[in-house]
């Protein structure tokens, strides 16, 4: 006796793959890229508890989500480095970064505050 089978679903599939795919491709680039550097920090780090470890590996992942366009389209403009091609490096860099973005915007400030400090210098002398 044949065993039964149903073509239902694999078919949704395929045509929501072929109409959906070029539209949901870097999306699902970016996430994944995110995902495996998020994965960095959280082996780094020891957590108490897996909900401790869940929830640091979805903040390092969605931060990655978030600030993966706005720093490849950074990249098009400075280096003309296509976004198409940036995606998944920054993504994964991004993640990766995980808690250490402290040190990151310490030195974003300083760097800001200097160049005030250097453009407020040359108007007023």
Request: with cysteine.
């Amino acid at each position: 006796m044949a065993e039964p089978t149903t073509t239902g679903g694999i078919s949704l599939t395929v045509i929501f793959v072929a109409l959906l795919g070029p539209l949901a491709g870097p999306y699902a680039l970016i996430a994944f890229a995110a995902l495996a550097g998020a994965l960095w920090p959280l082996s780094a780090q020891t957590t108490a508890t897996r909900t401790e470890g869940a929830w640091l590996l979805l903040r390092c992942t969605l931060t990655a989500i978030v600030m993966t366009g706005v720093a490849a389209s950074i990249l098009e403009r400075q280096w003309q480095i296509p976004v198409n091609e940036a995606l998944a490096p920054v993504a994964l860099l991004i993640g990766a970064l995980g808690n250490g973005w402290r040190p990151v915007f310490s030195g974003l400030s300083a760097g800001l505050s200097a160049l005030a400090g250097k453009v407020g210098g040359q108007s007023n002398g």
